[in-house]
């Protein structure tokens, strides 16, 4: 019943979408409408690069236990997060971090909480939006999971012509957990946009594991195709 009522809700709610956007000539179309035939396809559980569940990377290198995501860096995904990140799409980021919760809700232990990657204050101002955290929330209020801010970041200093092990160093110092932040033991859900490089999530992985986080697994939109090593 419930069901059935919800499903006539939402196709009523499409129909008055529509009409409204016909009518004001909006050309910019609603997650709801670019998404509705999506289905994020399976990936690799811990890089995400392929579509073979377990035999990829065989999970080599990878400081988290799983990955989650909707898909590689790609249309519809790609303009969907720079939409949201630029152009503050705020619905449709929250629409994509709902997806997103339906593929973590009752995968992950229970109490995993939720955190998005920090973002230095000044560019959270100066952007006007935050948007691994607005993605966070949207996915823990899916999966029914709490929410926290666990992590800081300063504006980082420059990094050009520093060696590699200088820049990692940098990258460290540049972010940590919060002085009221409370990881021991739990486990936790770290979440981004994209996973290009991974170094911001292994920095941030790094830091949650040495405030001794149970575990740590990793959700994302959307995973940057990488060419293959090898
Ligand atoms: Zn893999």
């Given at each position: 019943m419930y069901d059935f009522v919800m499903s006539t809700f939402n196709r009523l709610v499409d129909v008055f979408d529509n009409i409204i956007d016909d009518w004001m000539g909006i050309t910019q179309h609603r997650a709801r409408r670019v998404f509705k035939d999506y289905i994020p396809p399976p990936h690799c559980r811990w890089c995400g690069q392929t579509d073979s569940i377990d035999a990829c990377c065989g999970g080599e290198r990878i400081p988290w236990s799983r990955l989650y995501s909707l898909g590689l860096y790609d249309e519809p995904l790609s303009s969907a997060i720079l939409k949201g990140k630029f152009s503050k799409w705020e619905s449709g980021l929250k629409y994509l971090g709902r997806m997103l919760g339906n593929q973590v809700k009752g995968s992950v232990p229970r109490g995993t909480v939720v955190t998005p990657v920090p973002m230095p204050f000044i560019r959270k101002f100066t952007r006007g939006i935050h948007h691994s955290s607005v993605i966070a929330h949207a996915l823990a209020r899916r999966a029914k999971l709490p929410c926290r801010m666990l992590l800081w970041?300063?504006?980082?200093?420059?990094?050009?012509?520093?060696?590699?092990?200088?820049?990692?160093?940098?990258?460290?110092?540049?972010?940590?957990?919060?002085?009221?932040?409370?990881?021991?033991?739990?486990?936790?859900?770290?979440?981004?946009?994209?996973?290009?490089?991974?170094?911001?999530l292994r920095v941030a992985v790094k830091h949650l594991r040495d405030a001794r986080a149970r575990s740590i697994r990793v959700a994302v939109i959307a995973v940057t195709k990488m060419p293959r090593k090898g």
């Amino acid at each position: 019943m419930y069901d059935f009522v919800m499903s006539t809700f939402n196709r009523l709610v499409d129909v008055f979408d529509n009409i409204i956007d016909d009518w004001m000539g909006i050309t910019q179309h609603r997650a709801r409408r670019v998404f509705k035939d999506y289905i994020p396809p399976p990936h690799c559980r811990w890089c995400g690069q392929t579509d073979s569940i377990d035999a990829c990377c065989g999970g080599e290198r990878i400081p988290w236990s799983r990955l989650y995501s909707l898909g590689l860096y790609d249309e519809p995904l790609s303009s969907a997060i720079l939409k949201g990140k630029f152009s503050k799409w705020e619905s449709g980021l929250k629409y994509l971090g709902r997806m997103l919760g339906n593929q973590v809700k009752g995968s992950v232990p229970r109490g995993t909480v939720v955190t998005p990657v920090p973002m230095p204050f000044i560019r959270k101002f100066t952007r006007g939006i935050h948007h691994s955290s607005v993605i966070a929330h949207a996915l823990a209020r899916r999966a029914k999971l709490p929410c926290r801010m666990l992590l800081w970041k300063r504006n980082g200093q420059t990094q050009a012509g520093q060696s590699e092990t200088a820049r990692h160093h940098l990258q460290l110092k540049s972010m940590n957990v919060l002085p009221w932040a409370k990881i021991e033991g739990k486990h936790i859900l770290l979440v981004d946009d994209v996973y290009t490089t991974g170094r911001t999530l292994r920095v941030a992985v790094k830091h949650l594991r040495d405030a001794r986080a149970r575990s740590i697994r990793v959700a994302v939109i959307a995973v940057t195709k990488m060419p293959r090593k090898g």
